[in-house]
Nanobody, 123 residues
């Protein structure tokens, strides 16, 4: 599967962005999907994940209640709605696919990655 993330940009603190990840290739509905991010000088970290076909989800504590991950199997896409953005959310965001029914919070469990999209939260 090939993944392409988009939707990043510059936003003020408290603002919102919606990231999209378009998938092509093998049947999208067979994958669990995740979003990860990497800030300058830091390790790549887990943000959110969803099991196949929009099943159970998971979020890192720092985004719980502010971010929402969702899947549209008809559109072969996964989304990350980000609200109440904070400067510490600034990072390159990556979408990833895992050939499993269930999500994982570990980057090593994802075999497919898209190019990242930059999110900058600044006034």
């Amino acid at each position: 599967v090939q993944l392409q993330a988009s939707g990043g940009g510059l936003v003020q603190p408290g603002g919102s962005l919606r990231l999209s990840c378009a998938a092509s290739g093998r049947t999208f509905s067979t994958y669990a999907m995740g979003w990860f991010r990497q800030a300058p000088g830091k390790e790549r970290e887990f943000v959110a994940a969803v099991s196949r076909s929009g099943g159970p989800t998971s979020y890192t504590d720092s985004v719980q209640g502010r971010f929402t991950i969702s899947i549209d199997n008809a559109a072969n896409a996964v989304y990350l709605q980000m609200n109440s953005l904070k400067p510490e959310d600034t990072a390159v965001y990556y979408c990833a696919a895992r050939t499993s029914s269930y999500f994982s919070t570990y980057a090593r469990d994802y075999g497919y990655w898209g190019k990242g999209t930059q999110v900058t939260v600044s006034s």
